[in-house]
């Protein structure tokens, strides 16, 4: 039985409900456009930090080649290394023209909350009591965790102020200008086996003022 002017052996699209999303067009759209911004959005700041490290490594040699020196021996550094090869980060920020850089204060804005996070991670370890219940046992766990998580956070707050005086300009340096008042002009990207040490280098050199002048 059909109703109205129903034609025998069709289906009556369904009403989307109000408040509800559009087409599946309209919403591939929307989560492509995302991506696209959110890659658009990485390769600007991967490509303004690799700019950042190539104008250290050329300007302060021996700076770059003591910060590659202490970096090069951590996991963390290594399998960044391993993941930008895996991934072709190089292919993926050489790929078309140039982005332009992002300015300096973008740059710190995007550094400023993971490099908090962090800080607030080490900053703030539970202990075993809180976790277990089992109070006696625990106990006994407890002051050694409390130790290590002390020493940890020390070395984590050494290395981060390390860093910080490395990537901090020279007492004899003229103090830079605002970056809101002028921009600093950046060496050209260049691929090729320094391209993730010029990341790295260049993370240092924006994360290392924001750490020293008080990210936390």
Known sequence: MTHGTETPGTETPETPEPGTA????TQDAAV???????????????????????????EEPERAARLLEVLGVWPV???GQFLFDLLEWEDFMLDGDPPP????????????????????TVGAAPTV??????PRTAAVFDLPLRLLTVAAKATLDGIAGDLGSMAAPP????????????????PQLAGGFHLYQDVALGTVAVAGPLLDGGAR
Do not use: F, W
């Not at 007492?171 to 950046?186: I, T, V, Y």
């Open 22 to 25: 559009g087409t599946a067009e």
């Open 32 to 58: 492509l456009d995302l991506v696209r911004r959110g890659n658009a959005r990485t390769r600007a700041v991967l490509c303004t930090l690799a700019r950042h490290g190539i104008a250290m490594r050329r």
């Open 77 to 79: 550094y290594k399998g």
């Open 101 to 120: 850089p992002v300015p300096p204060q973008d740059l710190a804005a995007t550094l400023r909350l993971p490099l908090r996070l962090l800080s607030e």
């Open 129 to 134: 009591l809180q976790a277990v219940p089992l």
């Open 171 to 186: 007492a004899d340096a003229p103090a830079e200008e605002d970056p809101g008042e002028s921009e600093r002009e950046l």
